[in-house]
Each structure stands twice: as C-alpha cells, then as structure tokens.
C-alpha cells in the first residue's frame, strides 16, 4: 500500500490541531507553519499526481480492512487532478490572505488548514459514508472562515448559510440510508458492482436515493434550483476565503463526476443514463441564472457570486452529457473557472478597498487607488471569466462546444453557451466601466480630499507591503490561467486519459475490491 | 413497529419542515433538531427492525441485527449535535450584531415576517 495517499488529509489534520495548540497567539508562527503546509501538501499531490497518470488507480485501505468492510481512500487520475488544483488554490490564496485578512479573526490559519484536510478527503474517498464525514469537515470549517472578521451582513449571510447546508446534510444521510438499505453498502465501488444486480421492486428506492445525492451534490455545486445560497455567501465572506470557496461548488461537480458514471453508467443496466435527464436541463437552467445575476448583480461580490454560478451551469451542462470528450472538455474548465474566480475575488475585495465608502457597491464613488494597476487586471480577469480569447475560458468552452456536436440537445447547448458569454460580457462591462470610468470623470474634487487622507495614514508603509501580497496570488493565478492556455495542448491530452479511466469504471473497481481479494 | 417508526419519522419530518420554514432563528434551530432525529430514526431502520437481537454474528444465534446503521447514527448524531451548537453559538451573534432573528437576507422579507405575525 502506498503510505503517501493519507497523507494529504493527516498532514492538515494534525497541523490544524497544532496551530490551535501552539500557535493560537503567535501569528508569525502560525502564518509560517501554516504556508510550510500548503506548501508541502502541493508537492505531495504533485507527486501523486505523477503515480496516478503513470499506474493504475490505487487503494489505501484505513486500518488496513479490506475494501467492501473499512473504509478506502483511492487515488486515481481525476482524483490527483483535483488534489492538485485544491492544494495550488490554497497555497496561492493563503498567501494572499497573509497580506493582512488572516489579522482579522481569530484562528485564521487553523480553519484553514481543516478547510484544505476536509476537501482532500472529499476528493480521495471511496466512500459515500465518508464523503459525508469529510463534507461535514470541509463545512463547519467553511462555517468558520465565512463568519471570520464579523459584521452584521457577514454573520446574517453566515447563519443562512449554515442553516442551508445543514438540511443538505440531512438529505444526504436520508439518501445514504436509502441506497444502504437497498444496496447493503456503503462503498463506491461496491455499489456499482451491486447496482446491476438491484431487484427490480427495490429499483425505485436505489433510484430515489440516487437522485437525492444528485440534488445534495447540486446543493454544493450551487445548480438551480438549489443556487440561490451562493450570491449572498460568497459577496459577504471575506474575499480570501470567497477565493477558496471557488473550490468548494468543483467538490460538488466532483461527487457527480465521481458517482454517476461510476454507478450509474452503461454497466449498470436499468439504472444506467440515470442523471442525465435531471442534470442537463438544470444545468442550462443554472447557466442562464447566473449570467442573468451577472446583468443585474448590486455589487462586485455579488457579480463575481453569479459568475461561479453561471460557470458551474457551463461546467455540468459538459458533465450532464456523459461522453468521454465532454468529460475532457468539463474537466479543462473546471480547471480555469476555479483559478479565475478564485482571481476574480481577490480582485473585488482589493479593489473594494480601494474605493473608500463605497466598498465593492456599483455605484458612482471616488475613483480607486492605483486604477490603472487594477483596472487591467480586473480586465484581464473578466475575460478568463467570461470566457473570451485569449485567456483560458476561451479554449474551455471551445472543447465544450466541440464535445456537444454530437449530443441531441447541441443547439440548446450552443445557444445557451454563446448567448449567455454575452451577458456576461455586458454584465462585465456595465461593473468596470462603473467602477473605473464613470468615477475618474468627477472625482477631481473628492480626490484631493482623498490625497490629504492618505498623507495622514503615512504609517500605512507597512500596510503597503502586506498590501503587495494579495496582487502577487491574484498576478499568480492570473498567470496559471495564462499557463493553461500556453499549454492547453498537454493538458487537455492529459485530461483525455483522465476521461477515459472515469468512464471505464472496471478499473476503479478492480482497484478497490482486488485489494479485498489480495487480502484474503 | 414498523408503523410506529414510520409514522415518528414522518411526524418529526413534517414537524422539522415546518418549523424550518418559519425562518426565525429559534424555530429554524429546533426544526433542524427534529429533522436530525427523523434521519437518525431512519438510518437506524435501513439496517432493518429487528427485537432482542444482537449486533454480532454467532452460529448460535438465528436472528442478528445489522451494527452498520448503528455505528452511522453515532457519527450521524455526534456531528448532528456539533453543528447545532455552532449554529446556536452564529445565530445568537448574528441577533445580538443585528438585533434582528431572522434567518433570510434583506428587510422585504423580515418586513413580510413581521406581518404574518398577529
């Protein structure tokens, strides 16, 4: 067994625990061991990245019980695809966070670190009790971040939030039981093996607690008609950790990804082609959802907010068609809207701070600090988010474009992918032109006022440094976008074979249940 | 005993709903609460009714119950428990920042609240 595959969730464990222990008053020490973490968890999934494209899926059985009995972690090509985007995001978005959010709230670097243990158990599990454990994980510390700082809209938003994932907990063990009570197991690739072999009057009972886990794993992925938590969370958590919530919907996306074709798929003969029916329309529906939002978002946050929802609608409209190349397609952008949201909202909450009173609202105010600076990356990020050359987006929804030739519903899909780009486009336009033109026009008068403030925060030169890191993440991520592009020849190769191995589910489950067989 | 399991679990499902729907913080907490008791119920039964057997197998025993759902409904209700105590913990800071119990966003929707109220 390879011992390197736990270590992704112990290593956050026991230094989240650390950091309470330790490091609770020590900022300096906590920020350290903190970075040193993510940074070690970046290379360790590198290079399981490495072993997952070069050997079969493998198997770490916890506590060393064979398969269908304990519980197993696996670790395959989509797996390690993910750990690696998740652990990059937070190491960059961590060091953002170091430019002064961590100072805010207490025990910043501890709920960071359980935040980045639960979403590597999430994505490492072979198991749907587990994967409820390791969502519970990610979520109460998710609870935790979002309320960081305080405030009153931050907590109400907070409670909201809360008080929607925990019904989505409630409906994901209701739909566990009833795939236990029908199936007798809880592990994934026991399940697909099982599923087949359903009696036909137990069918409808598997079918329901499918699709429940289809609408919890729709709730974390904020698709309609379960969408509408997203907006006000991520507009009021602090931008750092609305940065990191970028990867929180992919986990949801990813649980899709990781169930249906695996249970659910061709082999799986009644039940097969079991999603699609629901996943499709709901997806087209979350797609012009949140590129509608986009046209009529309040404020920045809330433009970013409906952006992600829009990019999942995208994202699961190319996973709800069930082919190998849509797969290809749907991981690529996954892949560039979890990095270019994750830039676009270190943007707001930089430039909202730059705006005086007037925070991250769209309306006329003062011009911000440093426009020119801000304003080109702000541009830079709204056309990776809306999807136009040359930047990443582009290249994504080309591939999703090309994957739905074929499909019965191409036109739908083509309509709503092209039509909706100009929405967001529109919608884009609408915030920087408001935010970085309109003001500059009648802002002589206010921006001497302005200039005498700043003189009296001189002391702000420390400030300023610290200030200087959340440019250098949104310069990095910005730069990966760029870098996907660059290489978005390999990549997507890459993400063929991944495809591929998802939708040939006999090699998972030979992983998990051989291992069974060795042990006996 | 089927009957009387099956209904407690729908009574504290539909007792749960509706106190979730009413969207101040008290009753959303004591909804959640009950919604969590009707799951623990019905995970315990996935593993199937059975009286007086126990959760380990023996050649001498006939009839054994299943100690899966056992173990998830311990887990189910250690988690259940945690979040409800944050969830009190946020709700009480959010009330006593705001000054207002309302779960959902925005004054149009406490302003509807207060007129259902009689």
Known sequence: MNHWIVLPVLLPALLGSVLLMVARRDLVIARALSVASCAALLVLAGSL??????????????????????????LDRLA?????????????????????????????????????????????????????????????????????????????????????????????????????????????????????????????????????????FALKAAMVPVHF??????????????????????????????????????????????????????????????????LGAQSMGQLAGFSVIGSMGTLLMAVALFTEEALSAALYYLLHSTLAAAALFLLVGMIAQRRGSAGDRLRVAPPVEQAPLFGALFFSAAIAVCGMPPLSGFIGKLLILDSARESVSSSWIWGLILGTSLLAIIGFTRAGSLVFWTSSAQASARGKGMEAAAAEGEPAAAAATAAALPLVATSALLASLVALTVFAGPVSEWLDETAAQVYAPAQYVDAVLGVAAGNE | MEFLVASAVGVLTAAGVYLLLRAHTFPVVLGLTLLSYATNIYLFATGRLAVNAPPLIDEHLARYSDPLPQALVLTAIVISFGMTALLVVMALRSWSVSGDDHVDDGEPASATAREDRP
């Open chain 1, 49 to 74: 990245l490495a072993t997952a494209s070069a050997e079969a899926p493998q198997v770490y059985a916890l506590g060393d019980w064979p398969a269908p009995y304990g519980i197993v972690l696996v």
């Open chain 1, 80 to 216: 390690a695809l993910m750990l690696v985007l998740a652990d990059l995001l937070a190491l960059v978005v961590l060091l953002a966070a170091i430019g002064g959010a961590d100072r805010e709230g207490r025990h910043f670097h501890a709920l960071w670190q359980f935040q980045v243990m639960g979403i590597n158990g999430a994505f490492l599990t072979g198991d749907f009790f587990n994967l409820f454990v390791f969502f519970e994980i990610l979520l109460i510390a998710s609870y935790g971040l979002m309320v960081h700082g305080g405030g009153r809209e931050r907590l109400k938003a907070g409670v909201q939030y809360v008080v929607m994932n925990l019904v989505g907990s409630t409906l994901f063990l209701l739909a566990v039981g009833l795939i236990y009570g029908v199936t007798g197991t809880l592990n994934m690739a026991d399940l697909a093996a099982r599923v087949p072999e359903v009696a036909a009057g137990d069918r409808a009972l598997l079918h329901t607690g499918a699709l429940l886990l289809l609408l919890v």
């Open chain 1, 229 to 294: 938590w997203l907006p006000g969370t991520y507009a009021h958590a602090p931008a750092v950790v609305a940065a990191l919530f970028a990867i929180m919907t992919k986990v949801g996306a990813y649980a899709i990804i990781r169930l249906f074709p695996l249970a659910f798929g061709d082999d799986a003969g009644a039940s097969s082609g079991l999603a699609a029916p629901w996943l499709l329309p709901a997806a087209m529906l979350t797609l012009l959802a949140g590129m509608t939002g986009v």
